[in-house]
């Protein structure tokens, strides 16, 4: 037995792949005060006495994060260097904005520790911390009654020994990690602030994950940022790793899907209960090195997904202009929308209920039963302010999310190059096929997907997803490529025996500030960066000399993954579908309602509404939707 667990902001969802390849899943609450007693009672829900193995995309290091409520952390740093995480770069950000705001880091700057040690830029130790240097350290990091220690030598990522000294006589003070083992590459800033990140949140983990195995018996793998499950030991030691864990099982889990409806170009549209998460695929995921999570930058290999504050529980307000936002602040799980009865703020899944597109027992297969008057009553509020009725006011707070997402898909595509038309949108998460269409056809997008498993997709991502570690070493100025390689391969193979290894590597041309990571090509390093140059830039020079920055391997271990057979057999007859009042492209209309697991075996017009367990699909007017053979919806555009 295997189970896949995405703990999201509204609802965790587990999804369990049985002995005989069945598949079912289910939502429970979630609970951000203790998010691992929901994860025990799914997991005895799902399991009972029986073992099995499950993959976790956490949020626990994500939200301290993006709270700040890490641990209390220090950051010791080569003397001088002390303020390295404060002055960041000289980059702006918000290029028009006349008051932008100060992002301020993680830690205060007397929380900051200098160390008198050197290293080179090529390695060479020229002085090493003393006993009476190190005694000083230990006695201000008690002092300042830290719970987790960062530390980040100057060109440590060419020689570790003053770090590795210097951890070792740490040892017992805190939850200890070191840039070289953390990002052992180039660029101070960068380096810093993945380090202290790891730091910041790594005792939370280590806390949850301590409190999942003890309670279970299962043996329990955690998503990585990079689409591909990793070990608990590797979890707790490298929890930087995690902050993107659950939008990476949905990329892995759409592309999955849409490649089994004949479709490797896609949009993943992943809309939950507290954020929709946008990503492109041609054929494969996007990866990028060079993300940042609430404007702090983590060099470590990750997916390039898009983040906007936009879900089913983003809040509509009206702001001192007298304009409509909503988002990115949301209800979660607890109280929620004013729908699920304990709210009274007004939300977008609050406008669905208005509009009439979410009934009172439709959510999770009728297990919920919602509160429609206090639904209407909210956004009430906002029609009050506006002068406008409750229709306009929910018709309005759905445009101004859609434009929100809108806004996210063209930066994950066109800014980047990339037509959106030539790819199919991929909507899952439990909002995401309510506002597919609508979206889609903003964007010029004649096909949506909505698959068979839409709610609960990151989970069945997890699934679909390989085990895979990355290593890397800074070579900038060093010519024993190949003598790093096989270290790199060595360790690896090591942490990860049987796996396939790929080597790749980090080049620019000599004098540019940025690199592009592509496949080692042994014999010509240089070709292939030429031929990437050419494809994202529109330009190469191959007369020019490149520098090779950074060296990467990753060891890629394939794992038994589900057979995707749909649960839902197609029948040529199906039921009449029953007919409700449901506003839709700008009017009330009398739309058909079909439960998902009784659609024929034909193609069917819009208008329409299709029930699932997790997720509900429109289809407005103009739209034609069916089934595929693996069970997806397939929404098609008229031709215009």
């Given at each position: 037995m295997?189970?896949?667990i995405?703990?999201g902001?509204?609802?965790?969802d587990?999804i369990v792949?049985?002995?005989d390849?069945?598949?079912?899943?289910?939502?429970l609450?979630?609970?951000?005060?203790?998010?691992?007693?929901?994860?025990?009672a799914?997991?005895?829900?799902?399991a009972?006495?029986?073992?099995?193995e499950?993959i976790?995309?956490?949020?626990v290091?994500?939200?301290?994060?993006?709270?700040?409520?890490g641990a209390r952390t220090?950051?010791?740093?080569?003397?001088?260097f002390?303020?390295?995480?404060?002055?960041?770069r000289q980059?702006?950000a918000?290029?028009?904005n006349?008051?932008?705001?100060?992002?301020s880091?993680i830690?205060?700057?007397?929380?900051?520790f200098g160390?008198?040690?050197?290293?080179?830029?090529?390695?060479?130790?020229?002085?090493?911390p003393?006993?009476?240097?190190i005694?000083r350290?230990k006695?201000?990091?008690?002092?300042?009654?830290?719970?987790?220690i960062?530390?980040?030598?100057l060109?440590?990522?060419?020689?570790?020994e003053?770090e590795k000294?210097?951890v070792?006589?740490l040892?017992?003070i805190g939850?200890?990690c070191?840039?070289?083992d953390?990002?052992?590459e180039f660029?101070?800033?960068?380096?810093s602030?993945?380090?202290?990140?790891n730091?910041?949140v790594?005792?939370?983990?280590?806390?949850?994950?301590?409190?999942?195995?003890?309670?279970s018996?299962h043996?329990?793998?955690?998503m990585?940022?990079n689409?591909?499950?990793?070990?608990?030991?590797?979890?707790?030691?490298?929890?930087?790793r995690?902050?993107?864990?659950?939008?990476?099982?949905?990329?892995?889990g759409?592309?999955?899907?849409?490649?089994l409806?004949?479709?490797?170009?896609?949009?993943?549209?992943?809309?939950g209960g507290t954020s929709?998460?946008?990503?492109l695929?041609?054929?494969?995921?996007?990866e990028?090195?060079e993300?940042?999570i609430?404007g702090?930058?983590?060099?470590?290999?990750m997916?390039?997904?898009h983040t906007v504050?936009?879900?089913?529980?983003?809040?509509?307000?009206?702001?001192?202009g007298?304009?409509l936002?909503?988002g990115p602040?949301?209800a979660g799980?607890?109280?929620?929308?004013a729908?699920?009865?304990?709210?009274?703020?007004?939300?977008?899944t609050?406008a669905?209920?208005v509009?009439?597109?979410i009934?009172?027992?439709?959510?999770i297969?009728?297990e919920?039963h919602?509160d429609i008057?206090?639904?209407?009553?909210a956004?009430?509020?906002?029609?009050?302010?506006?002068?406008?009725?409750?229709?306009r006011a929910?018709?309005?707070?759905l445009?101004v999310?859609?434009?929100?997402?809108?806004?996210?898909?063209?930066?994950?595509?066109v800014?980047?190059?990339?037509d959106p038309?030539?790819?199919a949108?991929?909507?899952f998460?439990?909002?995401?096929?309510l506002?597919a269409?609508?979206?889609?056809?903003?964007?010029g997008?004649?096909t949506?997907?909505?698959?068979?498993?839409?709610?609960a997709?990151?989970?069945l991502g997890?699934?679909?997803a390989?085990?895979v570690r990355?290593?890397a070493?800074?070579?900038l100025?060093r010519s024993?490529?190949?003598?790093?390689f096989v270290?790199l391969?060595?360790i690896?193979?090591?942490?990860?025996?049987?796996a396939?290894?790929?080597r790749?590597?980090?080049?620019?041309?000599?004098g540019?500030s940025?690199?592009l990571t592509?496949l080692?090509?042994?014999?010509?390093?240089?070709?292939p960066?030429?031929?990437?140059?050419?494809?994202v830039?529109?330009?190469?020079n191959?007369?020019?000399a490149?520098?090779?920055?950074?060296?990467?391997?990753r060891?890629r271990?394939?794992?038994q993954?589900p057979?995707?057979v749909s649960?839902?057999?197609?029948?040529r007859?199906?039921?009449?579908p029953?007919?409700r009042r449901?506003?839709?492209a700008?009017?009330?209309?009398?739309?058909?309602?079909?439960?998902r697991s009784?659609l024929?075996r034909a193609t069917?017009?819009?208008?329409?509404l299709?029930?699932?367990?997790?997720?509900?699909?429109?289809i407005?007017p103009?739209w034609?939707?069916?089934?595929?053979?693996v069970?997806s919806?397939?929404?098609?555009?008229a031709?215009?």
């Amino acid at each position: 037995m295997r189970i896949g667990i995405d703990a999201g902001g509204t609802f965790t969802d587990f999804i369990v792949v049985h002995d005989d390849g069945s598949i079912e899943t289910f939502k429970l609450r979630s609970n951000p005060r203790s998010p691992s007693s929901v994860i025990l009672a799914g997991l005895g829900q799902a399991a009972g006495d029986r073992r099995a193995e499950v993959i976790h995309g956490s949020t626990v290091a994500t939200n301290a994060l993006l709270e700040r409520k890490g641990a209390r952390t220090a950051l010791v740093t080569t003397a001088g260097f002390e303020d390295v995480i404060h002055i960041g770069r000289q980059n702006r950000a918000e290029l028009y904005n006349l008051t932008p705001m100060l992002r301020s880091p993680i830690i205060p700057r007397s929380m900051c520790f200098g160390v008198r040690e050197r290293a080179y830029f090529d390695g060479t130790i020229a002085q090493r911390p003393s006993a009476a240097e190190i005694a000083r350290l230990k006695t201000r990091l008690r002092r300042a009654r830290v719970q987790s220690i960062a530390i980040c030598f100057l060109h440590a990522y060419r020689n570790p020994e003053n770090e590795k000294l210097v951890v070792a006589a740490l040892e017992g003070i805190g939850y200890l990690c070191t840039s070289h083992d953390v990002c052992p590459e180039f660029r101070e800033y960068e380096r810093s602030s993945t380090t202290l990140i790891n730091a910041y949140v790594g005792p939370l983990m280590d806390k949850y994950l301590a409190e999942l195995e003890g309670a279970s018996r299962h043996r329990i793998a955690i998503m990585q940022s990079n689409g591909g499950f990793m070990s608990t030991k590797e979890a707790r030691r490298h929890a930087v790793r995690t902050v993107l864990s659950g939008p990476a099982g949905g990329v892995v889990g759409a592309l999955e899907v849409a490649k089994l409806s004949g479709f490797s170009r896609i949009l993943g549209f992943d809309m939950g209960g507290t954020s929709t998460d946008v990503s492109l695929c041609d054929g494969q995921p996007r990866e990028t090195l060079e993300a940042s999570i609430d404007g702090l930058p983590v060099r470590v290999p990750m997916l390039d997904i898009h983040t906007v504050g936009a879900g089913g529980g983003s809040i509509a307000r009206v702001d001192e202009g007298g304009l409509l936002r909503v988002g990115p602040e949301s209800a979660g799980a607890d109280p929620g929308p004013a729908c699920y009865g304990k709210g009274n703020r007004p939300t977008v899944t609050d406008a669905h209920v208005v509009l009439g597109r979410i009934a009172v027992d439709q959510l999770i297969g009728g297990e919920m039963h919602l509160d429609i008057a206090r639904a209407a009553m909210a956004v009430d509020s906002i029609a009050h302010r506006l002068g406008i009725s409750r229709v306009r006011a929910a018709q309005g707070i759905l445009r101004v999310a859609n434009a929100n997402m809108e806004r996210a898909i063209r930066l994950v595509s066109v800014e980047r190059g990339h037509d959106p038309r030539d790819f199919a949108l991929v909507a899952f998460g439990g909002c995401g096929g309510l506002h597919a269409s609508d979206i889609a056809q903003e964007l010029g997008i004649r096909t949506v997907l909505v698959p068979e498993y839409a709610g609960a997709l990151s989970a069945l991502g997890m699934l679909l997803a390989s085990q895979v570690r990355d290593h890397a070493a800074g070579v900038l100025n060093r010519s024993d490529f190949e003598r790093e390689f096989v270290r790199l391969e060595r360790i690896a193979r090591k942490e990860s025996p049987g796996a396939e290894i790929v080597r790749s590597a980090d080049i620019r041309y000599a004098g540019q500030s940025y690199e592009l990571t592509v496949l080692w090509n042994a014999t010509d390093p240089a070709a292939p960066f030429h031929q990437e140059h050419q494809r994202v830039y529109g330009y190469s020079n191959p007369e020019r000399a490149i520098e090779i920055v950074t060296i990467r391997v990753r060891a890629r271990l394939e794992v038994q993954k589900p057979t995707l057979v749909s649960k839902h057999p197609r029948s040529r007859r199906s039921k009449k579908p029953v007919t409700r009042r449901i506003h839709s492209a700008g009017a009330w209309r009398d739309t058909p309602v079909y439960s998902r697991s009784s659609l024929p075996r034909a193609t069917l017009q819009g208008p329409a509404l299709v029930l699932d367990y997790g997720s509900t699909t429109l289809i407005p007017p103009g739209w034609t939707f069916s089934l595929d053979k693996v069970g997806s919806l397939k929404l098609v555009a008229a031709s215009r």
